[in-house]
């Protein structure tokens, strides 16, 4: 297994990013799977790319977040699969501890449960889901007996936002990728990600969700 004071030429990265409520026990997180598609050779080079690929991830997520919930942290570590705790010398944490920028008059966010449904689009296999909390406001939603939607103007807004970033990691030398293996990648599962797009119809979801929810690691 690799180590982050180099990056190997498609070496596959567990990206997870953190969020909280201020002053209270709650935390969620996504996952992301980046691909290395330029190779960092040396320590000060990996540094540096590491550095723009949470840059961007961060503009992403703070733009996308409401300013009531804060971005807390980054963790960036070679490979590990779904539920998995990172090998202690093969990650690399950054504190962000940032609220989000997304907020506007009279249109507080909608509770936690109700999440917005990315859909990660690839060449072939199953289509994978990335599902964000706290990005949709109550203005931004209408909420019928039959199920809560997201307003077109608000998914234009995410879906450029997911797609600059998109655009960004890859001038970084990084893709998104969807991939799983219980040590290391399984090849044949290594999927790039072609677009981002966001459904209407949004889902609602426990706040211990294991499907995309990670438990906050202390380290």
């Known amino acids: 297994m690799g180590r982050l004071n180099r990056l190997e030429q ?46 961007a991830l961060k503009t992403l997520e703070i733009g996308l977040l409401s300013s009531a919930f804060i971005l807390d942290r980054i963790v960036v570590s070679t490979y590990v699969a779904d539920s998995q705790p990172y090998d ?36 072939f296999g199953r289509q994978g889901n990335i599902l964000y909390r706290g990005i949709v406001g109550s203005v931004d939603a209408t909420i019928t007996p039959s199920g809560t939607t997201i307003r077109q103007a608000r998914i234009t807004v995410i879906e450029t936002r997911l797609n600059d970033f998109l655009t960004a990691i890859r001038n970084f030398g990084f893709d ?44």
């Open 88 to 123: 202690p010398f093969t990650f690399a944490s950054y504190t962000i501890s940032q609220p989000g920028t997304y907020s506007a008059s009279g249109n507080p966010p909608l509770a936690l449960q109700f999440c917005t449904l990315v859909k990660r689009l690839t060449p």
């Open 10 to 55: 498609d070496e596959v990265l567990t990206v997870r990013t953190y969020k909280i409520v201020p002053n209270a026990q709650l935390a969620w997180a996504n996952t992301y799977e980046v691909i290395c598609d330029q190779p960092a050779p040396d320590s000060n080079q990996a540094e540096l790319r590491l550095f723009q690929l949470t840059d």
């Open 176 to 219: 998104l990728v969807m991939a799983r293996g219980v040590q290391t990648v399984e090849i044949g599962t290594l999927r790039r990600v072609r677009a981002l797009e966001v459904k209407a119809d949004m889902r609602f979801k426990k706040l211990n969700n294991r499907w995309f929810d990670k438990a906050r690691q202390s380290n």
